[in-house]
């Protein structure tokens, strides 16, 4: 593993942003430029190994000169490590993502739900898409919908069934046309039955933002300045499944008394490398795979 910088910072030319680039020593192995004539300004992205001298060089620079800039510490895996991790957090890259959720006709059970923000609530319908976004999952194998339901085509389904994964379970997938028609897709929701318990404190680059103060248990968003590692204790992990959900859950959620209106927070899938495999051999961009980490302590 090795942990990169993130550095994207605005500028008026591509002659500015090469003159910062070159000052401060990087090249086109370590830096893209975006040049979006609309709005006058040419986004420079500048990746480099945390322990790289220029990243100092180039924050020193951007100071200097005043500017603000975005800045994203990630943790970079070997396949090795992918493969041979206890287990793996699917992050979704929004590669492929389509509308979809209670607002398209999502139903779920509330009764064990919290009452505030209704996390924890149990699906219990078909997964329902908007018709008119099918074309985000097109020429995509897997996807995700924008409240992170697990979307996979019916030969991943299949290859995903054939694993004997445990803690897998599959549902329907329909799209609401414009008249409001139900059509069925060749698609299926990926589904976890297990919910792990809580991540363990040491774990770093996730923060809260209007967490749910009757639960506490979603508003969690993943903040720039940390990389992101989960951690588990091992204690906890001993009921783990080949597919799991986390207990956290990312962002708020609103409940409206029109169900439909409401907005929920959505879990993480979490799988081990069995079935990291079948989306990987299937070329599947749809998520970066975050190896979770394992504590012996109680902390
Ligand atoms: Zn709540």
């Not at 078909?126 to 097109?138: K, P, R, S």
């Amino acid at each position: 593993m090795r942990t990169v910088v993130r550095i994207r910072f605005p500028e008026k030319s591509v002659s500015d942003a090469r003159a910062v680039l070159d000052s401060a020593g990087c090249g086109a192995d370590v830096a893209t430029m975006d040049d979006v004539a609309v709005l006058r300004r040419v986004f420079v992205e500048v990746t480099l190994d945390k322990a790289d001298p220029r990243v100092s060089v180039l924050f020193h620079l951007l100071k200097q000169q005043g500017k603000e800039w975005g800045e994203w510490h990630e943790d970079r895996y070997t396949e090795e490590e992918l493969d041979s991790a206890r287990l793996l957090l699917m992050n979704p890259t929004r590669s492929a993502e389509i509308n979809g959720g209670v607002h398209w006709g999502m139903t779920y059970d509330l009764s064990e739900a919290c009452p505030a923000c209704g996390t924890g609530a149990r699906q219990t319908s078909a997964a329902f898409v908007d018709g008119e976004d099918l074309g985000e999952l097109q020429e995509h194998r897997a996807g995700v919908t924008t409240f992170w339901h697990v979307l996979v085509d019916e030969g991943l389904a299949t290859d995903l069934e054939n694993t004997g994964a445990s803690g897998l379970s599959f549902r329907n997938v329909y799209a609401i046309m414009p008249d409001k028609r139900q059509v069925k897709l060749r698609w299926k929701q990926l589904c976890a039955d297990n919910t792990l318990p809580r991540m363990s404190p040491l774990t770093t680059g996730l923060g809260r933002q209007r967490a749910c103060e009757v639960c506490w248990r979603n508003g969690y968003v993943v903040t720039a300045k940390a990389p992101g590692r989960v951690v588990y204790r091992a204690s906890d992990l001993r009921g783990a499944l080949d597919v799991n959900q986390t207990w956290e859950n990312m962002w708020f959620a609103i409940l409206d008394p029109d169900f439909k209106e409401s907005v929920l927070s959505r879990p993480w899938t979490i799988v081990t490398p069995k079935v990291r495999r079948v989306f990987r051999d299937a070329g599947v961009t749809a998520f970066e795979w975050l190896p979770i980490r394992v504590v012996d302590t109680d902390e």
